[in-house]
């Protein structure tokens, strides 16, 4: 299985003792004492990155996913090899999630590089888990596939059908204002989340799985399937079938993730009202192909292309219906004029040749057409004023729309420690017509940029019957999560960016119709503020270890949040399509 110049097998990525054949042998005697003969060990070998956890909920059924993808490259002639990483839950993640994606990214990457491998299957599912991986598989450029935990059931709670976590924020919310008491509370907490995989709303998950789909680095059809359906281990088994094909085809990420792969995956972003995260994290994996992702085009796509899947929080249906609907290929067969249909994917085929095969649902109501689509433009808004000179992010279709033109009067919290203490206080001077400003929460500020931008009403108006407010801050907020909140701001307020300049009692005009987000103060004030300023205090802990690599490197929100050394030099911008 090697031509002397490409090892391959067993043979590829020796153990460095000096004698490459001693290296061979010491490797096979090992690796013979899990019983392994000396034919399966001629077989091309697939890696598997098995993410199960007894902390993650999303991957638990992972290990059936790895059974069933070791009976597909068995069935192919290639060898199976499961490797654990680093598995990321995002309610069991401290401080956030976000903070360890790059080391579950670091991770992956150096497991895949460090083991021999001629392909690897990347089982991911919640939040950052499959990010990381594509940011692993675009750095390792191994041949590789993403394979989806999938979505989780819906459950019921008196008659209503329950989603988590959309739902998990507006029973919370309702809680909060009283309007259900504690044992109320506790029994929609039994019923939220009632089987494995991820959450069924258009959350960070199911907008990553969506992402990757339309990227071409899964099988097409693979992004909806719902964890617990049977068809969900069929789909595991063809990827370790396919995983096999392209380790002898030698079909690596860099031919799949092209320019034209990621244009495709922001058109996709923008028509199923995805997660605002998802703009952060196809950066990210853009990033280390030296591929920048443009803001501008974004916004731009978003100008053209309409929300059309009718899913929550923009809609009103789950991740099953999306299913049943005819899954992804519903919506792409929506998108074609939008699409460069001829980026190829890891199927073999054209994301075109993908789209004409896929399954069709006459009478479905899930996705709509161009013609009637759930929200005139596409789910997000980039934003730019003086507030956020390097970008700011708004999902609009899970917006207000009586807000998305609003002058308001700031209140400020400094950070997250700030907004706990004060921001149910019964004195807190606050209307329903402020705007509740977090600071301090960013990439560096927080540290890990949490989803904390989703800020809680202040329970005295939630008891008024407020449900939503203007909320901006420099922080990320849930996929699953609704209301007029503006997100990333940039640069973030740890390093001086504008928002550390704003005070209680300020002015701030949002105007998404016109992208603007603007701090209503002259601009004389504004330089003496900044001249006063001061840097805030370092982290503790933050001397040593993956904290301080995480604080001294990582990036803004606009190139990803990733570490700065992890991308390629001189990115080119992803641009529109001719004539689009």
Known sequence: MTDGTNPRGMRKGLTRYGDEGFSLFLRKAFI???????????????????????????????????????????????????????????????????????????DTEEMVRAQPMDAVVLIGGCDKTIPAQLMAAASADVPALVLPTGP?????????????????????????????????????????????????????????????????????????????????????????????????????????????????????LQAIGGSTN???????????????????????????????????????????????????????????????????????????????????????????????PIHPSGGMAVLRGNLAPGGAVIKHSA??????????????????????????DPDLDVEPDDVLVLRGAGPKGAPGMPEAGYIPIPKKLAARGVKDMVRLSDARMSGTAFGTIVLHVTPESAIGGPLALVETGDRIRLDAGARRLDLLVPEEEITARRERWTPPPPHPGSERGYLRLFLDTVTQADRGCDFDFMGRPGPSSVRPAPGA
Request: glycine letters at 10%.
């Open 32 to 106: 013979k004492a899990m019983g392994y003969s000396d034919d399966a060990l001629e077989r091309p070998i697939i890696g598997i990155a098995d993410t199960g956890s007894d902390y993650n909920a999303c991957h638990a059924s992972v290990p059936r996913l790895v059974a069933a993808v070791k009976r597909g490259v068995m069935l192919a002639g290639g060898l199976p090899m499961a490797f654990p990483t680093i598995s990321l839950h995002e309610s069991f993640s401290h401080p956030t999630s976000m903070f360890l994606r790059n080391l579950m990214a670091m």
């Open 152 to 268: 989780m059931m819906t459950g019921h709670w008196r008659g209503e059908r329950l989603g988590a976590c959309t739902d998990c924020r507006r029973f919370w919310g309702m809680y909060r204002a009283g309007e259900l008491d504690d044992e109320e509370i506790e029994d929609v907490n039994d019923r939220l989340a009632p089987t494995a995989g991820t959450c069924m709303v258009m959350g960070t998950a199911s907008t990553m799985a969506c992402m990757t789909e339309a990227l071409g680095m899964m099988l097409p059809g693979g992004a909806t399937i719902p964890a617990v359906h049977a068809d969900r281990e069929r789909f595991a088994e063809r990827t370790g079938r396919r995983a096999v094909e392209i380790a002898a085809e030698d079909l690596r990420p860099e031919r799949i993730m092209t320019r034209d792969a990621f244009h495709n995956a922001l058109v996709t």
């Open 278 to 372: 998802g703009l952060v994290h196809i950066t990210a994996v853009a990033r280390r192909l030296g591929i920048g992702i443009d803001l501008e085009e974004f916004d731009s796509i978003g100008r053209r292309v309409p929300v059309l899947v009718d899913l929550k929080p923009s809609g009103d249906h789950y991740m099953e219906h999306l299913h049943d609907a005819g899954g992804l290929n519903a919506v792409l067969r929506e998108l074609r004029s939008e699409l460069r249909t001829e980026a190829f994917t890891v199927s073999g085929r054209t994301l075109g040749e993908n789209i004409e095969i896929g399954d069709r649902v006459p009478g479905q109501t899930v996705v709509r057409t161009r013609s009637d």
């Open 399 to 424: 917006a207000s729309p009586r807000l998305l033109d609003h002058t308001g009067r700031a209140v400020v919290f400094d950070s997250l420690a700030d907004l706990a203490a004060r921001v149910d």
